[in-house]
T-cell receptor, first 113, second 110 residues
Framework: DAGVTQSPTHLIKTRGQQVTLRCSPK?????VSWYQQALGQGPQFIFQYYEEEERQRGNFPDRFSGHQFPNYSSELNVNALLLGDSALYLC????????????FGSGTQLSVL | QKEVEQDPGPLSVPEGAIVSLNCTYSNSAFQYFMWYRQYSRKGPELLMY????GNKEDGRFTAQVDKSSKYISLFIRDSQPSDSATYLCATSERQRQLTFGSGTQLTVLP
């Protein structure tokens, strides 16, 4: 049973560029959430997708956007990258009615130079 | 003030010791309490899950929640070097996003 898979594992970008991160949820899961984890900090909630719509959003600017596809996979897009966007981006999947039980992928390490 | 505060550590203990990890939270609406373990360069892994107050035991791990004092604990008995990781507490309301502590880095020395 494949768990949550994320791609790419590492990414280096420069300020002002745009980036797209991808996630495939655990088999049977229909809800995808994205978290940002800065070095030495706990993950911070970005947003959650269910039925191809953004259902909840954390305190992140509009530069952060996402999408969920009919097969439940998801993308996170970040525009106009800032140095402060450097972090580990984690995708987590769950069942809609068990949203407190998240299964995380290994993350994408984004470095903005 | 952060919604979830966690002792940052780092914490270093000898193999076989009992480890106590703690968090406090401020939002009375939190109902679900989780502990995640995160190894270096990996995503967090759900370790323990508790609904409301009380204790939950799973092998060498025991999670405690005291909603009256807004205090969450994780105890690890007979700690092993393989337990060396960062431990994250997390809380949530029903159907809401998780709020994490900043994590405690634990090292168990052989």
């Amino acid at each position: 049973d494949a768990g949550v898979t994320q791609s790419p594992t590492h990414l280096i970008k420069t300020r002002g560029q745009q980036v797209t991160l991808r996630c495939s949820p655990k088999s049977g899961h229909d809800t995808v959430s994205w978290y940002q984890q800065a070095l030495g900090q706990g993950p911070q909630f970005i947003f959650q997708y269910y039925e191809e719509e953004e259902r909840q959003r954390g305190n992140f600017p509009d530069r952060f956007s996402g999408h969920q596809f009919p097969n439940y996979s998801s993308e996170l897009n970040v525009n106009a990258l800032l140095l402060g966007d450097s972090a580990l981006y984690l995708c987590a999947s769950s069942l809609r009615d068990r949203g407190e039980k998240l299964f995380f992928g290994s993350g994408t390490q984004l470095s903005v130079l | 003030q952060k919604e979830v505060e966690q002792d940052p550590g780092p914490l270093s203990v000898p193999e076989g010791a009992i480890v106590s990890l703690n968090c406090t939270y401020s939002n009375s609406a939190f109902q679900y309490f989780m502990w995640y373990r995160q190894y270096s360069r990996k995503g967090p892994e759900l370790l323990m899950y508790t609904y409301s107050s009380g204790n939950k035991e799973d092998g060498r791990f025991t999670a405690q929640v005291d909603k009256s004092s807004k205090y969450i604990s994780l105890f690890i008995r007979d700690s092993q070097p393989s337990d060396s990781a960062t431990y994250l507490c997390a809380t949530s309301e029903r159907q809401r996003q998780l709020t994490f502590g900043s994590g405690t880095q634990l090292t168990v020395l052989p």
